[in-house]
């Protein structure tokens, strides 16, 4: 086919619907939300958990991955576009990462080195974790057939921050009804939870984002 | 905004009205800058390859059309999109000019030049439709659409009347338009 013939063909192609972000983003937290409800309807928020949250260490385990979830879910949303920039939306992200070192860094140096692993019992770790990456499951399949509508002119960042943007919202989520305050705990595990999200939505999305 | 800008802006915003004509119009005043960008990078490369390219990005411009906002300058989407689809194109056939495109991350993350190395290639490629002109017409189209200079100056330095300028400049594009046709076929 000459270039001609197919710019008549594509000019012959009905208009498709502009991307609309705003409901993009909400389709996105709705997936999100809708699991985590669930969870919470069944499982219950922690006992005394407005109480808990006035410790600011418990607040920064919620606080952190919400903070991740906005940060990434508005990268997401940027590299929609394929003349977006990819890098500075991402180094914000080094924010609550940073964060978390620091409360990690912050355990090391106030708990006696018996208290770093305390809670670190096989079911708290299949329960934190595997709680995480469950509810990562259902928003992390939206986010790659939502976003992937997009062009971005990085792929693979993209397909990334959809496992990030899931997994942070997932463990935003599931901090409301985890008991486990140890900072050594929860940043390791939680992070683990994200990470592995990530990487595997970064390998196994990417096709998806490609285009 | 640059009168480009505001053209293919304009037929762009139509076309996603479901205007088809503004959609071919917009398609068809792209391709020569496509070809320009494409022959550059691929200048080893047969025109029929050079072709292809240009048609996998006509086809991606299609495909994502839908991602450009009109509260948006087009030509950073445009600019953006044809890079993507370049490099995309010249990795999967391995060509040498591939090379010089350099690291693709380092590209992406400088979206910037980018637009700016595409931007200065089309330029070229008008430049050298530019060239087919005789020299005063070609001066007049750099002037009132390239600088974007007043009518009034261009007139004075020409020591022409505006009205003749008008003319001149009518002239000049329709002459480019039948330029940049022929090279279409």
Redesign the interface.
């Given at each position: 086919?000459n270039?001609?013939e197919?710019?008549?063909r594509?000019?012959?192609?009905?208009?498709?619907?502009?991307?609309n972000r705003g409901r993009m983003a909400a389709q996105f937290l709705a997936a999100v939300l809708v699991p985590v409800a669930l969870f919470l309807l069944l499982a219950g928020t922690r006992p005394g958990l407005m109480a808990a949250l006035e410790n600011p260490v418990v607040a920064l385990k919620t606080l952190l991955p919400a903070l991740a979830f906005g940060l990434s879910l508005a990268a997401l949303m940027r590299l929609?576009?394929?003349?977006?920039?990819?890098?500075a939306p991402l180094r914000l992200l080094a924010l609550p990462a940073l964060a978390a070192l620091g409360l990690l860094v912050l355990a090391g140096v106030t708990l006696p080195p018996a208290g770093w692993i305390a809670e670190y019992t096989p079911f708290f770790i299949v329960e934190c974790a595997g709680s995480i990456l469950v509810l990562s499951i259902a928003p992390a399949l939206v986010a790659t057939r939502i976003f992937a509508?997009?062009?971005s002119?990085?792929p693979g960042v993209s397909a990334a921050l959809a496992g990030l943007a899931s997994a942070s919202g997932a463990a935003t989520g599931y901090s409301l009804f985890c008991t486990q305050d140890n900072p050594a705990f929860f940043v390791f595990w939680y992070g683990l939870a994200i990470a592995t999200v990530t990487l595997a939505a970064a390998l196994f999305a990417r096709r998806r984002f490609a285009? | 905004m640059s009168d480009t800008e505001s053209l293919w802006a304009g037929w762009m915003q139509a076309a996603n009205g479901g205007d088809g004509q503004a959609y071919a119009r917009f398609l068809h005043a792209v391709t020569p800058v496509l070809r320009g960008i494409v022959r550059a990078r691929g200048a080893a490369l047969s025109e029929a390859a050079r072709e292809d390219i240009v048609q996998e990005v006509l086809l991606a411009i299609h495909a994502k059309r839908h991602t450009w906002s009109e509260d948006r300058p087009i030509r950073p989407w445009l600019f953006a999109i044809t890079r993507h689809k370049v490099i995309d194109a010249f990795r999967r056939i391995g060509h040498e000019a591939a090379q010089t495109l350099g690291d693709e991350a380092e590209m992406v993350v400088d979206a910037g030049h980018e637009a700016a190395l595409a931007a200065r290639e089309a330029a070229e490629e008008v430049e050298a439709m530019l060239g087919q002109l005789d020299p005063e017409a070609a001066e007049i189209v750099r002037a009132l659409k390239l600088r974007e200079e007043s009518p009034a100056g261009v007139a004075e330095q020409l020591s022409i009347s505006e009205g003749t300028l008008r003319v001149r400049l009518h002239r000049a594009m329709k002459k480019l338009e039948g330029l940049g046709r022929r090279e279409l076929r």
């Open positions: 086919m270039t001609e197919l710019i008549a594509m000019a012959g192609a009905p208009a498709p619907a502009p991307l929609t576009r394929p003349e977006a920039e990819a890098r509508r997009g062009a002119p990085a285009w | -």
